[in-house]
T-cell receptor, first 114, second 111 residues
Framework: AQSVTQLDSHVSVSEGTPVLLRCNYS??????LFWYVQHPNKGLQLLLK????ATLVKGINGFEAEFKKSETSFHLTKPSAHMSDAAEYFC????????????WGLGTSLAVNP | DAGVIQSPRHEVTEMGQEVTLRCKPI?????LFWYRQTMMRGLELLIY????????DSGMPEDRFSAKMPNASFSTLKIQPSEPRDSAVYFC?????????FGSGTRLTVV
């Protein structure tokens, strides 16, 4: 069985400071992992994905995430937050083989203060 | 590519009425997903299709909800009769081997 846990429901940072959104997963096989972002009143947009290639994954808008198998983590980071980064972020673990179902975290709301 | 297209963008309806939400997946994608998002429950998978066949509908909340995919380029989610607690944003997504691509959603308000 697969599961995903986002460790913080809300994160608040100041503009220009680093962002860390934490995600732990559970999977009985090598997972596919994703981060999605949802801006207020908007749809869901893929930020980045890990699919068993390089463990450090770079995404859009300066975000990146590192897959750490020993820690079963896939934390999302960004060196310097922008006001436009304020949004809801979802960590997602993907089904393997013919199981197309994604398992979604509950989301982390990121606030960026001026 | 036009992406996943959902219609309507907004729907306001009276309790008891039938509501039909529509989705056109990305051409060539063979999996389609319907999600519901609310403040209270977050993002919930309702049902997904592979090659037009429903695979997992365990997330469909009640018999009032039904979904069809008559062909590879079209799917509907129907609620009959609608209730105020069905008010939510409904997302459609599609994929093949890569990650899911989402539509812009339909914001449903049942009054």
């Amino acid at each position: 069985a697969q599961s995903v846990t986002q460790l913080d429901s809300h994160v608040s940072v100041s503009e220009g400071t680093p962002v860390l959104l934490r995600c732990n997963y559970s999977s009985s096989y090598s997972p596919s992992l994703f981060w999605y972002v949802q801006h207020p009143n908007k749809g869901l947009q893929l930020l980045l994905k890990y699919t068993s290639a390089a463990t450090l994954v770079k995404g859009i808008n300066g975000f990146e995430a590192e897959f750490k198998k020993s820690e079963t983590s896939f934390h999302l980071t960004k060196p310097s937050a922008h006001m436009s980064d304020a949004a809801e972020y979802f960590c997602v673990v993907g089904g393997a083989g013919n199981n197309r179902k994604l398992i979604w975290g509950l989301g982390t709301s990121l606030a960026v203060n001026p | 590519d036009a992406g996943v297209i959902q219609s309507p963008r907004h729907e306001v309806t009276e309790m008891g009425q039938e509501v039909t939400l529509r989705c056109k997946p990305i051409s060539g994608h063979n999996s389609l997903f319907w999600y519901r998002q609310t403040m209270m429950r977050g993002l919930e998978l309702l049902i997904y299709f592979n090659n037009n066949v429903p695979i997992d509908d365990s997330g469909m909340p009640e018999d009032r909800f039904s979904a069809k995919m008559p062909n590879a380029s079209f799917s509907t989610l129907k609620i009959q009769p609608s209730e105020p607690r069905d008010s939510a944003v409904y997302f459609c997504a599609s994929r093949t081997d890569g990650p899911q691509t989402f539509g812009s959603g339909t914001r449903l308000t049942v009054v």
